[in-house]
């Protein structure tokens, strides 16, 4: 049954308020099913219900609020993909969020897009991606062309794709889901195009004569040197740890991101002749001794100082960062170890071990979820409201259904020990008003609770080193005042909270991080591109990666050769 066979009353319907219509064509412009047209004597906009889909751009984009849309929409249910639930849990490492398991299942999601003509999602992407484009090579049954399209703007597809929050991204601006509705399954399709083939190997450009050096091989550093080797420069990448990949190599658990996927990029760049100096850590004297000897730096070394609050007894053997933690945790599993003495953690020699893990957003959770792997009971602590919490709702619901306790509106008073050794935490319970608020003390009696390792995972900030060099960062991620008219335009901003999104001002969200792409385009100083996490604070892997792109084009374009 076709749009133009469904019975009136159970498709949608579009009233033009002709008095307020100025007949712009906004609204045909962008309507994606032709559905609208200009009525060329009374020069307003009219509509064909037997057209309409009801996924309301119109009604986002004009300018008068001329238009109205009633009705169900129509379109297909959104693809649901199973997580998988390791049962027993200890030692197993695989990942839990399936792929799409088959072409048909794929054309069927595809044939969701719409193509918009001026698609929110791109612009929901932090690196905007052409996802209509590589949607319709998926509906077209062509997985090179999907790849080529991708290519354009991502050098991660195939990471990205399982490590993105698509709901406050792509997905959160798609047209469905600013329309209340579910958007197209974007994360899962990209996915499903690098599981059919893999991601096309670094095409090596003619010799520019151009020296670049790298300073970090996390996802911005591994961007811009895939970008400056295809444009034939010369690039070294180095790298403090004894191994490269930063984030992507130890502070992202194989159950969401497998080790195979996350060395790809960095096999790909060796393979193509880019040089990796790793235990080489580049201090002030270093980085002035690369401007001198380089055409341009790239600083992508990411924001590795952990947030550790004062609290009392934080010094006691047993008090670990979440780096130390999921660094030793992915090598664990990876050997097929399934306890925390393998990490080194001491642990009581009767009874479960218990982790008691401070911060309950996405680090947490996966120091969490790698902790119940290795046999550990865990309690996640976060003084925050389990409603306002920055933490995946998938993630939540994954971490809990595998025996993760989380104790939101609660804070850690003290750390308690024994012989020098973590014994107890001290909790206090928290109060938070909304989301823009800071949580605070609620009063009451504090709770002991038995931890025998305490993780301090509550994220990260940027290296005061960086921000002595560079003096502008970090670089806010905020909405201009009055934005681009063609943003206000394409209806991103008009939804200004999709549920789909989580309730997040995705469009906004999406307008500011468009201030930190604008900024890793620019040197911070003569010949240095600060990117990333170093740029803009904390940030996601996609983000850092269209950084390290952006530094690296900005770099080929505007270098001369010395």
């Not at 401007?291 to 609050?309: F, N, T």
């Not at 992915?330 to 020699?349: E, F, H, N, Q, Y």
């Not at 504090?446 to 305490?454: E, M, S």
């Not at 063609?486 to 999406?510: C, D, F, N, T």
Request: glycine share 12%.
């Amino acid at each position: 049954m076709t749009i133009t066979d469904l019975p009136t009353g159970t498709r949608p319907h579009v009233t033009v308020l002709v008095d307020r219509c100025a007949g712009c064509q906004d609204c045909v412009v962008r309507c994606p099913t032709g559905a609208l047209d200009l009525d060329p004597d009374a020069w307003v906009a009219v509509a064909d219900d037997r057209l309409c889909v009801g996924c309301q751009q119109c009604t986002r984009v004009c300018a008068f609020s001329a238009i109205t849309v009633s009705g169900p929409p129509v379109v297909a249910p959104r693809i649901d993909l199973p997580v998988r639930r390791p049962r027993p849990i200890a030692g197993d490492s695989g990942e839990t969020r399936s792929g799409i398991g088959s072409w048909a299942a794929a054309r069927l999601e595809a044939a969701r897009c719409l193509e918009c003509p001026d698609p929110t999602c791109v612009r929901g992407c932090p690196a905007h991606n052409d996802i209509p484009g590589f949607i319709a090579a998926i509906g077209d049954g062509d997985v090179e062309a999907a790849h080529q399209v991708l290519r354009c703007t991502s050098v991660l597809p195939d990471i990205c794709a399982r490590v993105c929050d698509q709901a406050v991204q792509c997905e959160g601006a798609c047209t469905w889901s600013l329309a209340g509705g579910q958007p197209v399954a974007i994360g899962a399709l990209e996915r499903f195009v690098t599981d059919q083939a893999p991601v096309p190997p670094v095409s090596v450009g003619p010799p520019a004569r151009l020296r670049v050096a790298v300073v970090g091989s996390g996802p911005a550093g591994l961007a811009a040197a895939w970008e400056l080797v295809e444009g034939g420069a010369e690039v070294t990448v180095y790298d403090k740890d004894e191994e490269p990949g930063g984030l992507l190599r130890w502070g992202i658990p194989d159950f969401t991101l497998p080790s195979e996927v996350a060395a790809r990029p960095v096999r790909a760049l060796r393979d193509a002749g880019v040089e990796f100096r790793l235990g080489e850590a580049v201090t002030g004297e270093g980085l002035d001794a690369l401007l001198a000897d380089c055409d341009a730096v790239v600083w992508a070394v990411g924001a590795g100082v952990p947030i550790a609050p004062p609290i009392p007894g934080a010094d006691l053997d047993g008090v670990w960062t979440a780096t130390r933690f999921l660094t030793g945790a992915r090598a664990a599993l990876g050997d097929g170890s399934c306890d925390l003495t393998s990490i080194g953690a001491a642990v009581p020699k009767a009874g479960s071990p218990r982790v008691v893990v401070l911060g309950a957003g996405n680090t947490a959770m996966d120091v969490a979820r790698s902790a119940r792997r290795l046999g550990a009971d865990v309690l996640c602590v976060d003084w925050m409201d389990r409603r306002f919490a920055p933490v995946r709702p998938d993630e939540l619901a994954e971490a809990e259904d595998e025996g993760v306790v989380i104790r939101f509106s609660a804070t850690v008073q003290g750390i308690e020990g024994h012989d020098g050794r973590v014994a107890a935490v001290e909790l206090m319970p928290t109060r938070q008003r909304d989301a823009a608020s800071t949580p605070s003390p609620a009063g009451g009696r504090g709770v002991r609770v038995r931890a025998d390792l305490v993780v301090m995972a509550m994220g990260y900030r940027i290296d005061p080193g960086t921000i002595r060099r560079n003096p502008g960062v970090p670089v806010a991620k905020a909405a201009a005042e009055y934005p681009d008219r063609r943003w206000v335009a394409s209806g991103v901003l008009a939804e200004a909270a999709p549920e789909w999104g989580r309730g997040q001002p995705v469009g906004l969200l999406a307008l500011g991080r468009e201030a930190g792409r604008q900024a890793a385009a620019l040197p911070t100083a003569e010949r240095l591109w600060c990117v990333g996490d170093a740029l803009i604070g904390p940030a996601t892997v996609v983000e850092a990666m269209a950084h390290g792109r952006d530094a690296a084009l900005a770099i080929l374009a505007t270098t001369s050769p010395g």
